[in-house]
Every structure is written in structure tokens, then in C-alpha cells.
């Protein structure tokens, strides 16, 4: 059995930060973020190939990921000549498949039972089978509706307030049947949630949802890239940290941190890092690697990215810091993406405050 994660995006809501690194592989604590879906997908022995269609820089990608050495999966990359589309991806992808699929976007962390979908995929006999799952607001989302049974009804893009009937969305995870993939155009961009899906409904096929309602987050944005972090370092999201619980955080194996430094759980620093006397840490700041805070530095609810540095009484907070970032001496940075190598000068502020 074969998985699909469809990794071909450019990330463009995350820019500055995926102008050189896919979203694929943006770092989640100090590890890839396509590194959790697999560990996902390798609940299902069954699932013995994960393939990866990819479409923006595949060979960072495939320059982590290799042929799955270590992973315990094989791993096989399909590049797409062009963008194609959450379902022209999917038939280029699987087009000489033959057996049940497992779908996911790139972009989705959760911890939904993979098993039961499957089981469920099977006891329907379905054509295709949706994750679900709810949210408090569902003016903000397309909503999915279904029947009693589970069957599905309708997709409603951004639907009026007398239009919403449901609170449950797509949640980006799929089991799909290969012998539908014929009615999605060959090398054509097609949207599996606006054509594929809807076909589905109207040839009377059996299409039905699981709906989830446990850990699910859309990792696209920089406010929920943050949230993320938050949420593992909280223990909303279980991870095994491969990092020491200390002084209500957590230190990676090579890691320096100052017992003359201030700091506030949770957080992380990762391997390579160094944490100066008189520097602050925390709460719910993230070093990925090799990452210096300078003494009077101060990082909260943050993340910083492989070889930043924040200079002598810099302050981050509610950002996000690319690669080789330096901020500078008694530099201000508050809800700023900084993109790799940027340089923010001594003193800067960002934002400015009128007095």
C-alpha cells in the first residue's frame, strides 16, 4: 500500500521564510516537518512506500529525505512539470497505482487514528474517505456536511451565516480509491476539493467522512507555525524530544546554556546552541540549532532558526527568524519574519511605537 503527501507548494503565506527552504522541510523544533507526517503515515504497516510530489526546490527535499534509509519506509519523489493542483498532483502521483491510497496535504499535523480511517475506508466499501474535523468558527472555512451516516453532501466555500449547517472542515487527509483517478484530466491543474470531490457526489458514489476531533493544526501561516511550538512545548502535541528536561525546558545533547542565564519554561534549545550568561530565555521560545542569544538578550515565543544569533540586549518576541539571521546590539524585533541572512541593525525597532 502506498501514501501520497502532497509536498509541491511554494509556502507562500510562510514567506520570507520558504524562499529557500520548502515548507516541507521547515523545521519543527530542530526537525523537518515532513519528518511527523511520515511517523504518522508508519502506523499502518500496510503502507510500505511513502511517494512525495513535490514541485518547488525538490532536491532540498530530497537531499534530507533520500530513499527513506532510517525512516523504515521507502521514500519515491514525483516531480511535477508543473503546478498541477492538489488533484492533478494526486493522478500524476498515483497514476499506476491500484490499490487504496492515503492522501495527505503538506502542510497538516495531527495525531488522527490512521487505522480507523482505514478500517472505515474498507467497512463502507468507499470511493473516497475524508477527514473531518470541527472548529469553533466555521464562518472562517469551508464547511463539509454530511448526513447521519457519514455520508458526504456538500463542500460550502466561505458559506453565509444562514448557509452554515455544520461546524466540520476538510482536514486535508484522504483515502482514495485509484479507479476514480481517470476522471481527474491528465497533466491539467485540478483541484481535488472543487472538481474531484464533487464528482464523487454527483455519480451517487460512496464517499464518506471520519471526523476527528482531537490535535489538528494547518502549519501554513506564521501565526500558526508559532502555535505549534507552543503547543509541543505545552504538551498539547505529545513529541518525543530527543532533549533533557531541565530548568522547566529542554536542551538538546550539545547545547550550551549559562547557569547565569534567566529562563522561563517552557522552551528549547537545540543542538549547537549557545545560551550566554545574562541572557533571557523563554517562555515558549524555540532555538533550532546552533543558535546564539547574547548576554541581555532576550527571546520569548519565538523561533530561531539554524545559525541566528541575537546580539548583546537584542529582544524577539512573537517572531519568527530565519537561517543566519543576526539582530543586532539593543535591536527590538516584535512579530517580525526575518528571512534567511537578514541583518537588522544595532538599536533598530520593529515595530515603532509613537511616544
Known amino acids: 500500500m502506498k501514501a501520497i503527501l502532497l509536498a509541491g507548494g511554494k509556502g507562500t503565506r510562510l514567506r520570507p521564510m520558504t524562499v529557500h527552504t520548502p515548507k516541507p522541510i521547515v523545521p519543527i523544533l530542530n526537525r523537518p516537518?515532513?519528518?511527523?507526517?511520515?511517523?504518522?503515515?508508519?502506523?499502518?504497516?500496510?503502507?510500505?512506500?511513502?511517494?512525495?510530489?513535490?514541485?518547488?526546490?525538490?532536491?532540498?527535499?530530497?537531499?534530507?529525505?533520500?530513499?527513506?534509509?532510517?525512516?523504515?519506509?521507502?521514500?519515491?519523489?514525483?516531480?511535477?512539470?508543473?503546478?498541477?493542483?492538489?488533484?492533478?498532483?494526486?493522478?500524476?502521483?498515483?497514476?499506476?497505482?491500484?490499490?487504496?491510497?492515503?492522501?495527505?496535504?503538506?502542510?497538516?499535523?495531527?495525531?488522527?487514528?490512521?487505522?480507523?480511517?482505514?478500517?472505515?475506508h474498507r467497512e463502507r466499501k468507499a470511493k473516497a474517505t475524508i477527514v473531518l474535523t470541527p472548529v469553533e468558527n466555521p464562518r472562517a472555512y469551508g464547511l463539509v456536511e454530511t448526513d447521519r451516516d457519514g455520508n458526504i453532501l456538500r463542500f460550502l466555500e466561505?458559506?453565509?451565516?444562514?448557509?452554515?449547517?455544520?461546524?466540520?472542515?476538510?482536514?486535508?487527509?484522504?483515502?482514495?480509491?485509484?479507479?476514480?483517478?481517470?476522471?481527474?484530466?491528465?497533466?491539467?491543474?485540478?483541484?481535488?476539493?472543487?472538481?474531484?470531490?464533487?464528482?464523487?457526489?454527483?455519480?451517487?458514489?460512496?464517499?464518506?467522512?471520519?471526523?476527528?476531533d482531537g490535535y489538528w493544526i494547518d502549519i501554513g501561516t506564521p501565526a500558526k507555525y508559532l502555535q505549534v511550538h507552543r503547543d509541543i512545548l505545552r504538551g498539547r502535541f505529545p513529541v518525543a524530544l530527543q532533549a533533557e528536561a531541565t530548568r522547566g525546558g529542554f536542551v538538546a545533547a550539545g547545547a550550551r546554556v549559562s547557569a547565569q542565564a534567566e529562563l522561563e519554561g517552557p522552551f528549547f534549545v537545540g543542538p549547537g546552541c549557545e545560551?550566554?550568561?545574562?541572557?533571557?530565555?523563554?517562555?515558549?521560545?524555540?532555538?533550532?540549532?546552533?543558535?546564539?542569544?547574547?548576554?541581555g538578550a532576550s527571546v520569548r515565543d519565538s523561533v530561531l532558526w539554524s545559525g541566528a544569533e541575537a546580539a548583546e540586549g537584542a529582544s524577539v518576541e512573537a517572531s519568527l527568524v530565519g537561517p543566519g539571521v543576526r539582530i543586532g546590539r539593543h535591536a527590538h524585533v516584535r512579530c517580525g519574519l526575518l528571512g534567511e541572512g537578514s541583518v537588522v541593525s544595532d538599536h533598530s525597532r520593529s515595530p515603532w511605537e509613537a511616544a
Not at 532510517?70 to 493542483?85: C, D, K, N, Q, T
Not at 448557509?163 to 484530466?185: H, K, M, S
Not at 541572557?279 to 546552533?290: E, K, N, Q
Request: with cysteine; hydrophobic share 40%; glycine share 8%.
Open 33 to 120: 516537518f515532513l519528518y511527523y507526517q511520515i511517523d504518522l503515515l508508519k502506523q499502518i504497516p500496510e503502507i510500505d512506500e511513502v511517494i512525495l510530489s513535490l514541485n518547488y526546490q525538490p532536491r532540498r527535499i530530497e537531499e534530507i529525505f533520500g530513499e527513506g534509509e532510517g525512516l523504515g519506509i521507502r521514500v519515491r519523489y514525483v516531480v511535477e512539470p508543473m503546478p498541477l493542483g492538489t488533484g492533478g498532483a494526486v493522478r500524476y502521483a498515483g497514476d499506476s497505482l491500484t490499490e487504496s491510497v492515503v492522501v495527505f496535504n503538506g502542510d497538516v499535523l495531527t495525531q488522527v487514528d490512521l487505522a480507523a480511517v482505514l478500517r472505515l
Open 275 to 295: 545560551v550566554e550568561a545574562g541572557a533571557r530565555l523563554g517562555p515558549d521560545a524555540v532555538l533550532v540549532s546552533h543558535v546564539r542569544v547574547r548576554p
Open 158 to 212: 466561505k458559506p453565509g451565516e444562514d448557509q452554515i449547517t455544520c461546524n466540520t472542515i476538510n482536514a486535508g487527509i484522504y483515502v482514495l480509491e485509484p479507479d476514480t483517478f481517470d476522471r481527474i484530466p491528465k497533466d491539467t491543474a485540478w483541484s481535488i476539493e472543487r472538481s474531484f470531490f464533487p464528482s464523487l457526489i454527483e455519480r451517487a458514489e460512496t464517499f464518506v467522512a471520519y471526523v476527528y
